[in-house]
Protein backbone atom coordinates (compact mmCIF):
# COMPACT_ATOMS: atom_id res chain seq x y z
CA UNK A 1 0.00 0.00 0.00
CA UNK A 2 1.04 3.64 -0.63
CA UNK A 3 2.32 6.03 1.82
CA UNK A 4 -0.79 8.10 2.46
CA UNK A 5 -4.04 7.42 0.48
CA UNK A 6 -5.23 10.18 -2.49
CA UNK A 7 -8.74 10.75 -1.14
CA UNK A 8 -7.56 11.47 2.51
CA UNK A 9 -10.22 13.38 4.39
CA UNK A 10 -10.95 15.14 7.96
CA UNK A 11 -14.22 12.52 9.05
CA UNK A 12 -14.74 16.15 11.16
CA UNK A 13 -16.01 17.19 7.34
CA UNK A 14 -18.76 14.95 7.24
CA UNK A 15 -22.25 15.52 8.76
CA UNK A 16 -25.33 13.72 9.40
CA UNK A 17 -29.12 15.36 9.18
CA UNK A 18 -32.62 14.03 9.81
CA UNK A 19 -35.98 15.07 8.75
CA UNK A 20 -39.19 14.42 9.59
CA UNK A 21 -42.91 15.85 8.11
CA UNK A 22 -46.98 15.00 8.34
CA UNK A 23 -49.54 16.19 6.86
CA UNK A 24 -53.49 15.36 7.09
CA UNK A 25 -55.22 14.49 4.33
CA UNK A 26 -57.90 16.56 3.22
CA UNK A 27 -60.94 16.53 0.53
CA UNK A 28 -60.26 18.50 -2.74
CA UNK A 29 -56.34 18.52 -2.30
CA UNK A 30 -54.30 17.13 -4.83
CA UNK A 31 -51.71 14.50 -3.55
CA UNK A 32 -48.15 15.47 -4.22
CA UNK A 33 -45.06 12.97 -2.91
CA UNK A 34 -41.99 13.57 -3.88
CA UNK A 35 -42.91 16.20 -6.83
CA UNK A 36 -45.60 13.06 -8.44
CA UNK A 37 -48.86 14.16 -8.75
CA UNK A 38 -50.41 10.75 -7.15
CA UNK A 39 -53.67 9.75 -7.67
CA UNK A 40 -55.50 9.42 -4.86
CA UNK A 41 -59.41 9.93 -3.74
CA UNK A 42 -57.60 12.99 -1.17
CA UNK A 43 -54.68 14.95 -1.13
CA UNK A 44 -52.56 16.71 1.67
CA UNK A 45 -53.38 19.74 3.67
CA UNK A 46 -50.76 22.70 3.70
CA UNK A 47 -49.90 26.16 3.27
CA UNK A 48 -47.70 24.70 0.04
CA UNK A 49 -48.23 21.79 -2.46
CA UNK A 50 -47.93 19.86 1.31
CA UNK A 51 -45.22 17.36 -0.31
CA UNK A 52 -44.45 15.99 2.81
CA UNK A 53 -41.63 13.66 1.24
CA UNK A 54 -40.15 16.78 0.00
CA UNK A 55 -40.42 18.96 2.95
CA UNK A 56 -38.70 15.73 5.21
CA UNK A 57 -35.97 16.00 2.61
CA UNK A 58 -35.40 19.43 2.93
CA UNK A 59 -35.12 19.67 6.84
CA UNK A 60 -32.67 16.63 7.01
CA UNK A 61 -30.31 19.04 4.46
CA UNK A 62 -31.13 21.89 6.78
CA UNK A 63 -30.43 19.58 10.11
CA UNK A 64 -26.97 18.92 8.08
CA UNK A 65 -26.08 21.95 8.49
CA UNK A 66 -27.93 23.27 11.69
CA UNK A 67 -29.29 25.40 9.57
CA UNK A 68 -32.70 25.44 11.45
CA UNK A 69 -36.04 23.81 9.82
CA UNK A 70 -38.27 24.58 6.74
CA UNK A 71 -41.00 26.13 8.71
CA UNK A 72 -38.54 28.62 9.57
CA UNK A 73 -36.80 29.28 6.60
CA UNK A 74 -40.77 29.54 4.41
CA UNK A 75 -43.36 30.03 6.98
CA UNK A 76 -46.57 29.52 6.35
CA UNK A 77 -47.79 32.73 7.50
CA UNK A 78 -45.95 34.44 3.99
CA UNK A 79 -48.51 34.05 1.19
CA UNK A 80 -45.39 34.06 -0.84
CA UNK A 81 -44.99 30.26 -0.36
CA UNK A 82 -48.88 29.74 -0.60
CA UNK A 83 -49.26 27.13 -3.48
CA UNK A 84 -45.86 26.50 -3.51
CA UNK A 85 -43.94 23.49 -5.24
CA UNK A 86 -42.39 22.10 -2.67
CA UNK A 87 -39.52 21.13 -4.95
CA UNK A 88 -38.62 24.37 -5.88
CA UNK A 89 -38.00 24.68 -1.99
CA UNK A 90 -35.88 21.83 -2.11
CA UNK A 91 -33.69 22.90 -4.43
CA UNK A 92 -33.46 26.68 -2.53
CA UNK A 93 -32.36 24.58 0.98
CA UNK A 94 -30.18 22.91 -1.43
CA UNK A 95 -28.74 26.08 -2.67
CA UNK A 96 -28.12 26.60 1.13
CA UNK A 97 -26.39 23.47 1.88
CA UNK A 98 -23.89 24.61 -0.81
CA UNK A 99 -23.71 27.92 0.24
CA UNK A 100 -22.03 26.53 3.15
CA UNK A 101 -19.63 24.88 1.57
CA UNK A 102 -20.99 21.01 1.90
CA UNK A 103 -21.95 19.19 -0.82
CA UNK A 104 -24.81 16.40 -0.38
CA UNK A 105 -23.45 12.79 -0.69
CA UNK A 106 -26.20 11.01 0.11
CA UNK A 107 -30.44 11.14 1.02
CA UNK A 108 -32.61 8.33 1.66
CA UNK A 109 -35.86 8.41 2.71
CA UNK A 110 -39.19 6.70 3.78
CA UNK A 111 -43.02 7.39 3.56
CA UNK A 112 -45.66 5.68 5.72
CA UNK A 113 -49.04 5.27 4.01
CA UNK A 114 -51.38 3.19 4.42
CA UNK A 115 -52.70 4.17 0.99
CA UNK A 116 -52.85 4.75 -2.15
CA UNK A 117 -49.90 2.37 -3.11
CA UNK A 118 -47.30 4.28 -4.10
CA UNK A 119 -44.26 1.81 -5.07
CA UNK A 120 -44.88 2.50 -9.17
CA UNK A 121 -44.23 6.04 -8.39
CA UNK A 122 -41.03 6.20 -6.42
CA UNK A 123 -38.67 5.92 -9.27
CA UNK A 124 -40.25 9.51 -10.27
CA UNK A 125 -39.53 10.76 -6.93
CA UNK A 126 -36.20 9.75 -6.88
CA UNK A 127 -35.55 11.49 -10.07
CA UNK A 128 -37.60 14.66 -8.95
CA UNK A 129 -35.74 14.78 -5.52
CA UNK A 130 -32.46 14.30 -7.11
CA UNK A 131 -32.81 17.00 -9.99
CA UNK A 132 -33.98 19.68 -7.23
CA UNK A 133 -31.22 19.26 -5.13
CA UNK A 134 -28.25 18.61 -7.94
CA UNK A 135 -27.38 15.33 -7.37
CA UNK A 136 -27.25 11.81 -8.89
CA UNK A 137 -30.17 9.64 -9.13
CA UNK A 138 -28.24 7.03 -6.98
CA UNK A 139 -27.54 8.78 -4.27
CA UNK A 140 -31.18 9.56 -3.67
CA UNK A 141 -33.89 6.38 -2.09
CA UNK A 142 -37.54 6.66 -1.58
CA UNK A 143 -39.07 3.93 0.10
CA UNK A 144 -42.58 3.33 1.24
CA UNK A 145 -44.25 1.25 3.84
CA UNK A 146 -48.00 0.95 5.31
CA UNK A 147 -47.89 0.93 9.28
CA UNK A 148 -49.94 -2.23 9.03
CA UNK A 149 -53.16 0.25 9.75
CA UNK A 150 -51.72 1.76 13.30
CA UNK A 151 -51.49 4.84 14.10
CA UNK A 152 -52.66 8.15 11.96
CA UNK A 153 -51.00 6.68 9.03
CA UNK A 154 -52.64 3.67 9.34
CA UNK A 155 -56.69 5.43 9.95
CA UNK A 156 -55.72 7.16 6.96
CA UNK A 157 -55.79 10.50 8.68
CA UNK A 158 -52.29 11.54 7.29
CA UNK A 159 -48.84 10.77 5.73
CA UNK A 160 -45.65 10.89 7.39
CA UNK A 161 -41.94 10.95 5.93
CA UNK A 162 -38.63 10.93 7.17
CA UNK A 163 -35.31 11.59 5.80
CA UNK A 164 -32.03 11.56 6.49
CA UNK A 165 -28.91 12.71 4.23
CA UNK A 166 -25.08 12.69 4.44
CA UNK A 167 -23.01 15.98 3.99
CA UNK A 168 -19.70 16.66 2.97
CA UNK A 169 -17.46 19.61 3.52
CA UNK A 170 -14.88 18.20 1.52
CA UNK A 171 -14.03 20.54 -1.76
MG1 LIG B 1 -44.56 20.09 5.85
Do not use: W
Request: hydrophobic letters at 40%; proline letters at 5%.
Amino acid sequence: MGPSPSHAFDPASLRIGQGFDVHAFAEGRKLILGGVDVPHTRGLLGHSDADVLAHAVADALLGGIRGGDIGKLFPDTDPAYEGADSLKLLAAVADKVRAEGYDILDVDSVIAAQAPKLSPYRDAMRENLARAMGVPVENVGVKATTTERLGFEGREEGISASAVCLLCRCS
